[in-house]
DNA sequence: AATTCTTATGTTATCGATAACAATCAATGT
DNA sequence: ACATTGATTGTTATCGATAACATAAGAATT
């Protein structure tokens, strides 16, 4: 159990100074081609591995973005991280990232936490946090990007949608094939504040077009299971028998109300019509195929890994204006309202 | 735009030594309880944020774990992941995690990358790897654990099961239904490691029983989606349309199986048993419930961060003997084979 | 009262890299 | 031949916390 080689052995062994194998191990840096390759053999001959916690302390640059999601496991959110890690990934820079298990208290803990390792920007999910949260990260003085929502007060950045907004796009496909008798199902809850967004657009749409709101089913807290989608639709049935359509807060819990159907005999799109939200995989797979909205999750991770870049290496010169920058969710109609 | 706060600027205006506002922030270090919350109170007032990469630096001990799963949008792998994350917390261990896109020299390549922060274990999903990066492991001297899997050679420390041997119970139960010609979907290229497994112990278990193991499906590179499970349940009718039940290499391209035989009007489980692998939530909810293996994802993520948390902050004596936790799968029968 | 023990706090050196500046040497221009 | 330039390498100070040791003052012990 030897201790772990620094620069110094490796410094030592090639017979340079320090200085120089740090150049070796930069980019751009000038050293002579013979030198740096010399001194890369001697390093990988010990087994020297460059520290960057030591280079990050002297820099003060630690190459980190924190990334807070609600939920490890959830499709969307995982496509957002993962083109959102692939577009920092040229710049050096890499993804810190934690969940939140939907909850703004959780989320406050994360970043306080977060904010210790001194990440280079910061992507929260959604445009609901606790006043401390808002207050640690105006403080913190680097880039803040709010995804998945286009907050009214924003805190710095933003790369999203309205949650509210795409409830008129589905509720109007909806009526435009005859249906009136529309249900939600979902965003009942604190904790689902997307969900309750998308809740809201609902009812504001159904006024829209003269038609009654009053078909909302609870589903309880995120995050909301094909089990809660099936359970949600049976109470559905039961309570509103003559419902013509219902609109789902995700297509996890439109897949559970539409197996809940086929268990019952209910056809659908004939007996009754469902859509969901995300264009999860299974939407486009299950049968039949459901209407969802595409909020392009990877589209979101990117753009917001594009931004930060520009933020941070571009140098941009009006730092001080907060982007918004507004992703176009689409329409997707399946089947399952035909 | 002013500079941050150090500790420094903390102990000046509270009139104290920088050691003394270390410790204030610190837990069990002696300092008076007037004091402290007068330190801790003049932190907050110049939001003062403690700077975990100072005292990284200075200690040596990063507080990071490497994790490396092969992608980010799989709810077993999150489910590992969350549960290895819960059970580092309280040890003030945070997850670093990376994701390797089911390919060893990508996995190569993170833990390189991964291994320059310092990280005090890593986390492994597989039991298959470069050479080079079992080289770059064997010298960091940290904890290294493979999960996932069972290996021959492990490199360090195993949580895992034998993803062949789940065949045998699998494949008992479906002969044991009066089924003799079975088929696997996936498992057929090197990118699979898991898959490959599985559809190995799939042959073992044919043999054991005296059938014959012929009928083997592609599917081509993982993450293999529920859509192509469809296609390859499609070419598996058109090619071997007597066959009595297939497995396939997991649940979501069982569901595709599944729906397509649904559009195909095959009846499951009349005509055909369909089996999958991971017990994903949708085996539960589908119609009809898929038979399936639940390998308890969780439970290998708890147990891995368990162990780590055992290594490094335990004592643990005798951290040269590599530890080898065995997660035993379960069978789950459901409607897809009854 | 003298000694020992405790508790609270301070002092100094340090972790491993890099920025900034200095120095050396060969090549080039006049 | 001498000044100038450019390429390469070296020297020194430093990032912000903490371990280890030192010290001071009051409490407990004899």
Chains 1, 2 share one sequence.
Not at 20 to 36: G, I, L
Not at 190 to 196: I, L, S, Y
Not at 230 to 257: K, N, P, Q, W, Y
Not at 290 to 301: F, R
């Amino acid at each position: 159990m030897q201790r772990i080689a620094t620069m110094k052995d490796v410094a030592q062994k090639a017979g340079v100074s320090v200085m120089t194998v740090s150049r070796a191990f930069k980019q751009h840096a000038s050293v002579s081609e013979d030198t740096r390759k010399r001194i890369l053999g001697i390093a990988e001959e010990l087994g020297y591995v460059f520290d960057s916690n030591a280079a990050t302390f002297r820099t003060q640059k630690t190459g980190f973005v924190a990334v807070i999601i609600p939920s490890l496991n959830n499709a969307n959110f995982a496509d957002t991280t993962a083109a959102l890690s692939t577009a920092l990934k040229p710049a050096g820079l890499q993804v810190l990232l934690g969940y939140s298990n939907y909850d703004v208290h959780e989320e406050e803990e994360i970043v306080e936490q977060f904010l210790r390792r001194r990440p280079e920007a910061i992507v929260l999910t959604g445009g609901r946090h606790t006043g401390r949260t808002r207050e640690l990260l105006r403080r913190a003085q680097i880039p803040v990007i709010e995804t998945w929502d286009l907050p009214e007060d924003p805190i710095g950045h933003v790369v999203g949608f309205s949650n509210a907004t795409t409830m008129h796009d589905l509720v109007g496909h909806l009526v435009a094939s005859g249906r009136k008798r529309l249900a939600f199902l979902g965003g009942d809850t604190n904790g689902d504040t997307r969900g309750a967004d998308r809740r809201r657009g609902f009812v504001a749409a159904m006024k829209y077009h003269g038609l009654s709101p009053d078909r909302l089913i609870s589903v309880g807290d995120p995050p909301i299971s094909m089990r809660e989608g099936a359970d949600a639709m049976s109470r559905l049935l039961r309570d509103h028998a003559d419902t013509e359509a219902v609109i789902c807060v995700s297509d996890l819990s439109a897949f559970g109300a539409l197996t809940e159907c086929a268990r019952k005999g209910v056809r659908v799109p004939e007996d009754i019509a469902i859509a969901g939200f995300g264009a999860y995989d299974i939407s486009a797979v299950c049968f039949p195929t459901l209407t969802t909205i595409d909020p392009h999750p990877a589209e979101i991770g990117r753009s917001a890994g594009e931004l930060i870049v520009s933020l941070l290496r571009g140098g941009r010169s009006g730092k001080n204006d907060p982007v918004r920058i507004e992703i176009a969710p689409q329409l997707s109609v399946g089947g399952s309202s035909a």
